[in-house]
């Protein structure tokens, strides 16, 4: 009891200078309300004491907090994995352009320029695919095996892949 008497004077002594080195007026009533927020809670130890063990209300806020910790790191961890299936589709798309590039490649397109398109929904299924390539004459026969190619590989319908300026 000794304990906490001393500690309540002495907590108002550091209230009480606080007040006065806050000399503007705006701040002085923020000052004063969380002053007398930290004295009530100082002054109402002992009778909270009463009702329950000491050390009660440490845990029970100890563990709010804890709870609330644990909600902000499942919050972050939904953010992540939304961000990692980002990152996941997008190393597949860029996986399957380079593919239909290798593979254009085989067929003598050597600077074809790829540009794939992919279902909105979850974006790993390919919609289109166009091989921008300058076909020279006998090529022809080369574009449509590799239209054909294409269309096996990636179960695509030949009309959607584009070979061609």
């Known amino acids: 009891m000794k304990e906490w008497l001393k500690m309540l004077t002495c907590s108002l002594c550091i209230l009480t200078i606080l007040m006065h080195l806050v000399s503007q007026r705006k701040f002085a009533k ?61 190393s597949y798309q860029q996986e399957i ?25 979850e974006g790993y299924t390919l919609s289109s695919v166009r091989v921008s390539a300058e076909i020279t004459e006998g090529q022809e026969q080369a574009a449509d095996e590799l239209r054909n190619e294409i269309s096996g590989v990636y179960l695509l319908e030949p009309g959607k892949i584009m070979v061609g300026e």
């Open 97 to 121: 352009v380079r593919q239909i590039r290798e593979i254009a490649a085989a067929y003598g397109f050597w600077a074809a320029d790829v540009q794939a398109c992919f279902d909105a929904g």
């Open 30 to 90: 923020y000052v004063r309300f969380y002053a007398g927020l930290l004295f009530c809670f100082l002054a109402m130890k002992p009778v909270l004491g009463l009702f329950g063990k000491d050390g009660e209300l440490e845990r029970l806020l100890s563990l709010e907090f804890l709870k609330e910790e644990y909600y902000d790191m499942e919050t972050a961890v939904d953010g992540m994995e939304e961000l990692k299936n980002d990152v996941i589709r997008t």
